[in-house]
C-alpha cells in the first residue's frame, strides 16, 4: 500500500494511473465507508468510481434519470464522494478531482516508507469490468449503463482478451468497456447472483505481464482444450480467496 485511511481500516494501493482501495473497516452505524456496502466474508468489488468533469453535476443528472443515490455520512474531515447504487450492493462513485489534487490527498495519510506514485508493472492500467447478470436481463443492464452514463455496445464480431462471452459497452471516452455475461441456458442456478466479478487490466505486452506476475506468485489458467495464456489475453486463477482478473492486450490511452 501507499497510503493508510486517517481514521479507518482502509488501505489504498496504487501502480501507474490506477488506484484501489481494500477496506476491511465495519462501521455498522454508518454503513461502511462513505456508504459503502457492509464487509463480506470473501472479497468483493465493492464499488467502482468513474472520472468526471463536475461530480456534483454528473450525480444529480443520473439521478434525474432514475438512478437511486447513495446517502452517505461522513465523519468530520472527509470528503463527500457521490454515489449511485449499481449492481447488486456495489456502489458508483463520481469523482472529479485526480489531477493535481486527489480525493486521496484528504483522507488517506502516506506510508513514508514507500514509493507514492509506483511505475506500472508491464504497462498495466484500467480496461474494463466484467459484470454478472441474470437470465434475461441483458437489455436492462445494456439500458442502465447507456443512459446514465452514455456506454454504446459494440459489435458482436468486436471481442477483446481470452474471455469473449456476453456483450461489450465502451465508455463515451473509449477508454473503459464494461462486459456484460449471463448465465448459460443450461445453468443449474435457477437464480444467479448478479454482481461485479473481476477486473481486467489492460497491456501492452500480454506475456510479458504474465512473465512479471508469475515471478510475484501469481497463477494464470493454462487448459490444453480450454482458457490459456495467448497474445490477445489471460485469465488469472482464482487465489484462495476467490479472486481473479484478467488481462487484455490494449495500448493505454490518455
Same mark, same amino acid.
Request: hydrophobic fraction near 45%; charge should be negative.
Given at each position: /500500500? ?13 501502480? &501507474?494511473? %490506477? =488506484? ?13 465507508? =462513505?456508504?459503502?456496502? /457492509?464487509? @463480506?466474508?470473501? #472479497?468483493?468489488?465493492? !464499488? ?6 463536475? !461530480? ?14 447513495? +446517502?452517505?455520512?461522513?465523519?468530520? %474531515?472527509?470528503? =463527500?464522494? /457521490?454515489?449511485?447504487?449499481? *449492481? ?21 495519510? #502516506? ?7 509506483? /511505475?506500472?508493472?508491464? &504497462? ?13 436481463? %441483458?437489455?436492462?443492464?445494456? !439500458? ?7 456506454? !454504446?455496445?459494440? +459489435? ?5 482478451? *481470452? %474471455? ?20 448459460? +441456458? ?5 437464480? #444467479? ?8 487490466? &489492460? ?7 504474465? @512473465? ?16 490459456? @495464456?495467448?497474445?490477445? &489475453? ?8 476467490? *479472486? ?9 490511452? @490518455?
Amino acid at each position: /500500500p501507499v497510503a493508510r485511511h486517517r481514521s479507518r481500516e482502509v488501505l489504498l494501493y496504487r501502480q &501507474g494511473g %490506477m =488506484n484501489v482501495i481494500i477496506n476491511a473497516h465495519q462501521d455498522v452505524a454508518e454503513g461502511g465507508l =462513505n456508504g459503502a456496502p /457492509p464487509l @463480506t466474508e470473501r #472479497p468483493v468489488i465493492a !464499488a467502482v468510481a468513474f472520472r468526471v468533469r463536475d !461530480a456534483a453535476a454528473a450525480w444529480d443528472k443520473a439521478c434525474d434519470l432514475g438512478a437511486w443515490p447513495v +446517502p452517505t455520512q461522513v465523519a468530520v %474531515m472527509e470528503l =463527500n464522494i /457521490p454515489a449511485i447504487h449499481g *449492481v447488486g450492493g456495489s456502489r458508483i462513485y463520481f469523482v472529479d478531482r485526480w489531477r493535481e489534487f486527489s480525493i486521496y490527498d484528504v483522507d488517506f495519510v #502516506p506510508i513514508p516508507t514507500v514509493q507514492a506514485q509506483p /511505475p506500472a508493472l508491464a &504497462g498495466l492500467h484500467w480496461f474494463g469490468v466484467v459484470q454478472y447478470i441474470g437470465f434475461e436481463r %441483458m437489455a436492462d443492464w445494456v !439500458a442502465f449503463y447507456g443512459e446514465l452514463f452514455g456506454f !454504446a455496445e459494440l +459489435p458482436s464480431s468486436q471481442t477483446f482478451g *481470452v %474471455m469473449t462471452q456476453g456483450r461489450i459497452l465502451a465508455s463515451p471516452c473509449g477508454t473503459l468497456y464494461w462486459q456484460l455475461i449471463e448465465p448459460s +441456458p443450461d445453468a443449474i442456478d435457477a437464480d #444467479p447472483q448478479e454482481l461485479l466479478n473481476r477486473v481486467a487490466f &489492460g497491456t501492452p505486452d500480454v506475456r510479458g505481464a504474465v @512473465t512479471a506476475l508469475r515471478e510475484r506468485g501469481v497463477e494464470f489458467v493454462e487448459s490444453s482444450v480450454g482458457v490459456h @495464456t495467448e497474445d490477445r &489475453g489471460a485469465l488469472s486463477c482464482d487465489d484462495h480467496l476467490g *479472486v481473479s482478473f484478467e488481462l487484455v492486450r490494449h495500448e493505454e490511452r @490518455t
